[in-house]
Nanobody, 121 residues
Framework: QVQLVESGGGLVQPGGSLRLSCAAS????????MGWYRQAPGMQRELVAQ???????TLADFVKGRFTISRDNAKNTVYLQMHSLKPEDTAVYYC???????????????WGKGTLVTVSS
């Protein structure tokens, strides 16, 4: 069974930095896309960043220049480095994996439980 576990959330002051990590566990052959979404209270979940196994990151406009995404395919891990954090970045950040190939077959969409990022002074 494929599981995604996030870490690295917490409280940070405006202008600060955080690094989120997400590790996929289970008997995994490959993962096509790994990325991050976020959901603020009362808001819909939105894409923050995602990355193909072969590279090619996609970043939402509201984080360009501040966040970067990276992957370690050998470890089935994705990272989100966040700089210049703003109060409006406060949200639960969810790890997502699409196109996961395992002995059980090809799974389209997996989600972590989320990690809370709070940006406040």
């Amino acid at each position: 069974q494929v599981q995604l576990v996030e870490s690295g959330g917490g409280l940070v002051q405006p202008g600060g930095s955080l690094r989120l990590s997400c590790a996929a566990s289970g008997n995994i052959f490959s993962i096509n896309v790994m990325g991050w979404y976020r959901q603020a209270p009362g808001m819909q979940r939105e894409l923050v960043a995602q990355m193909l196994s072969g590279g090619g990151p996609t970043l939402a406009d509201f984080v360009k220049g501040r966040f970067t995404i990276s992957r370690d395919n050998a470890k089935n891990t994705v990272y989100l480095q966040m700089h210049s954090l703003k109060p409006e970045d406060t949200a639960v950040y969810y790890c997502n994996a699409k196109g996961v190939l395992s002995p059980a077959g090809y799974g389209m969409d997996y989600w972590g439980k989320g990690t809370l990022v709070t940006v406040s002074s």
